[in-house]
């Protein structure tokens, strides 16, 4: 009788845990294999040294996490947080006299640090996952590049970033042999992209 009460004990402890949860908001389910790779790629992101975005790139295998990366300046290069100003915007308020592009910014972005830690045959069929956070709107820079206030929000509120590739980014990715890029939007959805596509609408590969 001891272990039948338990039993019943037990049964009501987990509906009701269920039924709290469900008021809450909380997922009754586990989420969706892209929405679990995309979730580790927001935790990579945390890793960032750019002081305006931060982005997290994870590269699965056959159910494997092959390889990481996030947006940070080479080796051996000071970064973003340890010199406290951003360059793509001093260049691109002509502060220096050049243009406010890729070459400009200190950072190799995610996706590039993921495939250079990957081997060919690990990312030969595999999916990219990209994930994103916005800094810039909560703290503004002066036309010198140097934040306007500290960044007091938690990594949980800030917004996101779209993910998608860059330019650079989509043209190794298609190199690399990656059959599938998932990122997240702006708004938390998830988009899915076969690389294969840049082939046919090259407006994502160049320029012009």
């Not at 590269?59 to 973003?80: E, H, L, M």
């Not at 030969?124 to 960044?151: C, H, M, S, W």
């Not at 992209?193 to 012009?208: A, H, M, R, S």
Request: proline share 3%.
């Amino acid at each position: 009788m001891f272990w039948s009460a338990y039993v019943r004990e037990r049964s009501g402890f987990l509906h009701n845990r269920t039924k709290a949860n469900a008021t809450m908001g909380f997922e009754a389910t586990k989420p969706s294999k892209d929405r679990y790779y995309t979730n580790i790629a927001d935790s990579v992101a945390q890793r960032c040294t750019c002081l305006r975005r931060c982005y997290g790139a994870v590269i699965v295998k056959s159910d494997r996490i092959v390889s990481t990366g996030f947006n940070g300046a080479p080796r051996g290069v000071q970064d973003s947080l340890e010199a406290g100003w951003c360059r793509r915007i001093r260049m691109g308020n002509g502060v220096d006299g050049q243009r406010s592009n890729y070459m400009a910014c200190r950072a190799v972005h995610a996706e590039m640090n993921a495939i250079i830690s990957a081997s060919t045959e690990e990312m030969a069929g595999a999916t990219l996952y990209v994930a994103g956070r916005n800094k810039e709107p909560l703290i503004g820079f002066d036309n010198q590049g140097y934040p306007l206030k500290e960044l007091t929000t938690a990594w949980e509120d800030l917004p996101y970033a779209k993910g998608s590739p860059c330019q650079l980014c989509a043209r190794m990715i298609l190199n690399a042999g990656i059959e599938r890029v998932v990122f997240r939007e702006v708004d938390g959805s998830l988009s899915s992209v076969d690389p294969k596509e840049w082939t046919v609408n090259t407006d994502i590969l160049f320029y012009g």
